[in-house]
T-cell receptor, first 115, second 113 residues
Framework: DTGVSQNPRHKITKRGQNVTFRCDPI?????LYWYRQTLGQGPEFLTY????????KSRLLSDRFSAERPKGSFSTLEIQRTEQGDSAMYLC?????????????FGPGTRLLVL | GENVEQHPSTLSVQEGDSAVIKCTYS??????FPWYKQELGKRPQLIID?????GEKKDQRIAVTLNKTAKHFSLHITETQPEDSAVYFC????????????FGTGTRLTIIP
């Protein structure tokens, strides 16, 4: 499968615990995006990387959230001290830089439930 | 920042009829407008996109129109089929897609057999 992959697909955790999600983009894509989607809403931008550089972070990304892409390949999104309001689908997308290659391809998402 | 509004939130159409979904955006700098289809429990998938230098684009039964002056764009699906039932999201971006997408709130389309 050469598409974007995410792990785990589902995560149930207790409030206050830390969780980490992983995204593996399409191999030749140098841009990687994280979005959050709650029920009945469109995806909301969280952050994105070009190679290993994190270029933009949304105000939605509080201090409890951190994302990395250490070698410009896979990325991790960590949520510390989870809250019930963090329950959502976390989507990763990747694209190639440059005009004509801007299509963002999404992964299947990680569904997080905070109890 | 960019704000995208999408209407209607739900749409039911008889099989074979056409469906139209409309979006407006606020940032006149936006120049890339993709449409994604999301089936229940699945990832969003791009179905068509349009850039600001084009007023209309068509791909088989799907077409998108863009009115830059009015800052709105629309998705048209003709000869609808049951497999068109899904949630559709419009989005806008100010750098030909090379940055974050701002999404609308989605339209749940139901095709009635």
């Amino acid at each position: 499968d050469t598409g974007v992959s995410q792990n785990p697909r589902h995560k149930i955790t207790k409030r206050g615990q830390n969780v980490t999600f992983r995204c593996d983009p399409i191999s030749e894509h140098n841009r990687l995006y994280w979005y959050r989607q709650t029920l009945g809403q469109g995806p909301e931008f969280l952050t994105y990387f070009q190679n290993e550089a994190q270029l933009e972070k949304s105000r939605l990304l509080s201090d409890r959230f951190s994302a990395e892409r250490p070698k410009g390949s896979f990325s991790t999104l960590e949520i510390q001290r989870t809250e019930q309001g963090d329950s959502a689908m976390y989507l990763c997308a990747s694209s190639a830089a440059g005009r004509g290659q801007e299509t963002q391809y999404f992964g299947p998402g990680t569904r997080l439930l905070v109890l | 920042g960019e704000n995208v509004e999408q209407h209607p939130s739900t749409l039911s159409v008889q099989e074979g009829d056409s469906a139209v979904i409309k979006c407006t955006y606020s940032d006149s700098a936006s120049n890339y407008f993709p449409w994604y289809k999301q089936e229940l429990g699945k990832r969003p998938q791009l179905i068509i996109d349009i850039r600001s230098n084009v007023g209309e684009k068509k791909d088989q039964r799907i077409a998108v129109t863009l009115n830059k002056t009015a800052k709105h764009f629309s998705l048209h699906i003709t000869e609808t089929q049951p497999e068109d039932s899904a949630v559709y999201f419009c989005a806008a971006n100010p750098n030909f897609g090379n940055e974050k997408l701002t999404f609308g709130t989605g339209t749940r389309l139901t095709i009635i057999p």
